[in-house]
């Protein structure tokens, strides 16, 4: 978990970056458009469409926008049809890697992505090599001020969740897909604040990477990140602190 939660802050301080130039904007509207095409365009009804909206908030991206995205994927203004692609492979050291997109082509996504995994000690491999190393989670980033670790991990229990871990000032919780929205709830109901929540998919298993290796892995995925068609990148990395802190 560990690894997983320091990459995770890793990319919350890049998204602060990259919301300055408007990248992660448009990979939100994306999500906030086909969420809305696929489940409508109620979020008390749509839990993907609630967490895209979340995420939204936290990027500090214009209502207006949120508002347009909604009615362009509910068909109430014209927009782009979006597809949702995936792509499994190998970084350095044989690390497992796979990406979520969506796309308006899928020859140009598959190109990009195919070429940073070529450029930066990667290689493409065929849907399902990796896929089923990952098991997909919530997480729910609480502000240690917020609460006592004890006192969440409680509440963490009590309403399905699985576990609570420490990441630097945040508090990590994980939860079953089924139990996100319940959690969350249960957070709000306290007058608890959480900073960010995600669905994520975590490894069962870590591939050691050092020196080298580790490095060049951070700069596959990030490059990955920074396309524009994809909307998230996941490893079963482990990587020494020393090397990760570099990245903060």
């Not at 290796?213 to 490059?223: D, S, W």
């Amino acid at each position: 978990m560990s690894g997983h939660s320091k990459w995770s802050t890793i990319k919350h301080k890049k998204q602060k970056e990259d919301a300055k130039r408007g990248i992660i904007f448009t990979k939100i509207i994306r999500e906030i458009t086909v969420a809305a095409r696929e489940h409508g365009g109620d979020p008390n009804s749509n839990p993907r469409l609630r967490t895209a909206m979340d995420t939204a908030r936290s990027a500090g991206m214009p209502k207006e926008n949120t508002e347009r995205a909604i009615k362009k994927g509910t068909g109430e203004l014209p927009g782009v049809s979006y597809e949702s692609i995936t792509y499994e492979g190998y970084g350095p050291g044989g690390v497992a890697i796979f990406v979520e997109t969506l796309t308006d082509s899928r020859n140009r996504t598959t190109s990009e992505v195919r070429h940073v995994f070529s450029k930066h000690g990667g290689n493409m491999g065929q849907n399902g090599c990796v896929a089923w190393i990952f098991q997909e989670k919530g997480i729910i980033y609480v502000d240690k001020k917020e609460i006592d670790e004890e006192k969440l991990l409680e509440l963490c229990i009590e309403e399905g969740g699985e576990d609570v871990s420490t990441e630097n000032d945040l508090f990590c919780i994980t939860t079953p897909p089924d139990k996100f929205e319940t959690v969350k709830k249960a957070l709000t109901d306290k007058k608890i604040n959480y900073k960010d929540a995600e669905f994520t998919k975590l490894p069962q298993s870590t591939t050691k990477l050092k020196g080298k290796e580790a490095k060049q892995t951070l700069k596959l995925l990030g490059f990955l990140e920074d396309l524009e068609d994809v909307q998230k990148v996941y490893s079963n990395f482990e990587i020494p602190d020393e090397i990760l802190e570099e990245e903060l």
